[in-house]
């Protein structure tokens, strides 16, 4: 940069720097207007320290940078395209007026101030449409992310209301009912795999130690297939329930499924198993020595007692009563 070019720039920095800020800061409806004094004075100050730079050196960095800064700072205000027009149509409004005043200047220095106000306003378009592109994609991004979210937070309640549904319906479909103290009975409906088999097992196991079980009474007449898979969660649970003092009776064998049974060549020798319900709670009671006994029919009360003479009073049958004139006629038909 030449001695003139350098000197002018000095100059001009100096005084058009209330000028530059007057023009950026007057436009109405710009975001600029709302600066302070003081903020708006050091706007204009690093747009004539970025043009002293540039035309200092080979390339526009620092006027890149002072546009990454403004979009920067005045983005979240509310910057848009006119404002960014408007920083470069007010910096060509102090310039040029200033620049034609300068004969001194060399046509060289003339253009590279051209060329830098050319820079300017386009530059500031390209950063506006840049900053305008990664906002929509910030926006979209953050609408996806909502959307994303409200799904995910369906599928959770969607989960968690299939959940609690299928808790009921597995807490349904293995019921335990006491039907004496220490008398559990357990039936079972429906397939039963690992998954039940182990649901079993933990809630047997806590009933058995809530109500002081010392038997249990398992039903499978509901079970429609009936395996060696079965055989064997049914082994499993009775050895996990005597491990706690309490017998396991199995009941509910049709003769389809012992039959399958012998085909498998299932060892349920260590169960005590029964054809029916009523056979197991027989054996439940047995084991705890206890009956069913009928009740006794109620006695007929005894008739109450008299004495002889209501007693002769009341064997007597009572007699007609009859009238005088009855019995002067009985009378006369007598002795005639």
């Known amino acids: 940069m030449s001695d003139t070019l350098q000197a002018w720039l000095e100059r001009v920095e100096t005084d058009a720097l209330e000028d ?24 204009a100050a690093r747009l004539l320290a970025a043009v002293r730079r ?110 609690r549904l299928l808790d009921l319906i597995r807490q349904a479909s293995t019921p335990i009912a006491p039907v004496y103290d220490g008398i559990l009975v357990v039936p079972l409906v429906g397939v039963f795999d690992a998954f039940r088999a182990k649901l079993l097992t933990e809630t047997l196991l806590a009933c058995v130690v809530k109500a002081r079980a010392q038997v249990v009474i398992l039903d499978i007449s509901g079970v429609p297939v009936f395996d060696a898979e079965a055989a064997d969660h049914i082994v499993r649970t009775s050895r996990a329930v005597r491990l706690l003092g309490t017998r396991l009776i199995l009941v509910g064998l049709s003769p389809t499924v012992a039959r399958t049974i012998i085909e498998l060549g299932v060892d349920l020798s260590g169960l005590t198993t029964l054809s029916t319900l009523q056979d197991g709670l027989a054996r439940a009671l047995t084991l705890l020595k206890l009956e069913i006994v009928p009740m006794a029919r109620p006695s007929k009360p005894a008739a109450p007692r008299t004495s002889g003479s209501e007693a002769s009073r009341t064997s007597r049958p009572e007699q007609p009563r009859t009238s005088g004139r009855d019995a002067s006629r009985n009378s006369g038909r007598n002795s005639s």
């Open 54 to 163: 540039d035309l200092a050196g080979t390339d526009h960095s620092a006027l890149r940078e002072l546009l990454t800064w403004v979009t920067r700072e005045f983005t979240p205000k509310g910057l848009g395209y006119a404002d960014l027009r408007q920083l470069a149509v007010s910096t060509r409004q102090v310039l040029v007026p200033r620049m034609n005043a300068a004969p001194e200047l060399e046509l060289e220095a003339r253009t590279r101030v051209e060329e830098w106000l050319f820079q300017l306003g386009l530059l500031g378009a390209m950063r506006y449409v840049a900053q305008r592109e990664r906002v929509f994609q910030e926006q979209a991004a953050q609408l996806e992310v909502r959307q994303l979210e409200g799904q995910l937070l369906e599928l959770k309640a969607a989960f968690e209301e299939e959940t």
């Open 20 to 43: 530059l800020r007057c023009r950026i800061c007057t436009r109405a409806g710009s975001v600029f207007k709302t600066l302070p004094e003081a903020e708006g004075r050091d706007l």
